[in-house]
């Protein structure tokens, strides 16, 4: 059964995020970490250009959705022109669109622009989201977060997956989540492993999306237990 994205989770959501998945075996690799524990799947799209990268797009999240018809697929753009992507994007099966607010500053007044893009998402059903990356403030965020369902703090530097998790990111995110209702999730994408998970959950993260740390793992199955019972308890370790 696909997960409800707006309901308090009891404990962290493991979203695998696919980038370092094995490509060749897509489909297996997903079912694999769903089958062992995690709760739903992470797609970086990167344009090449907004992030040092170029990875998938439409057509991946079209055949994950074809091949999992029950598996909620949260999408993050790291692109330029996010309006781009909309449309194609809901039609492949997305169920959230998280677009990066350093992508859509208020000055523009294309369809760029942050509200214009919220309102588009939300009309094709999917949910929207927004993202942030490390050195940027949350003040940008607080005229939407009444308008969505998760709101993503990078603990990395945007471009590819295996990087250490940037701890000064701990505190920002703590007077985030005090902003944030119950409706909409606070997630944390970079460098999230069983060992820096619980400081992630200590200042609010209820998604924690991992790629290297979990489809690298020796035993998966114990890595998403891991991160899972980071009870959002336990002290947060800015020196990590």
Known sequence: MMIDITAPPIQPLVAASILSADFGHMTAEC????????????????????AGNLTMGQDMIRGLRRHLPDTFLDVHL?????????????????????FHLEACQP????GDNASVLIERILATGMHA??????????????????????????????????QQF???????????????????????????????????????????????ALFGADNRAAAIAQMHASDGHSQINCSQ
Not at 78 to 94: C, K, W
Not at 166 to 189: G, S
């Open 129 to 162: 989201g927004m993202a942030i990356n490390p050195p940027t403030a949350i003040d940008g965020l607080t005229p939407y977060l009444d308008q969505l369902a998760l709101v993503l703090i990078m603990s990395v530097h945007p471009g590819r997956s295996g």
């Open 107 to 110: 000055q523009k007044v294309d």
């Open 166 to 212: 940037i701890a000064d990111v701990l505190e920002k995110t703590q007077i985030l989540k005090t902003q944030l209702d119950m409706t909409t999730r606070l997630e944390m994408d970079g460098g999230i492993n069983p060992s820096t998970a619980p400081s992630a959950a200590a200042a609010g993260v209820d998604v924690l999306v991992s790629a290297s």
């Open 78 to 98: 790291m692109v330029d022109r996010p309006s781009n992507y909309i449309d194609d994007f809901a039609d492949a099966g997305a169920n959230l669109f998280t």
């Open 31 to 50: 079912r694999d970490v769903l089958d062992k524990g995690a709760d739903l799947l992470h797609i970086d799209v990167m344009d090449g250009h907004f």
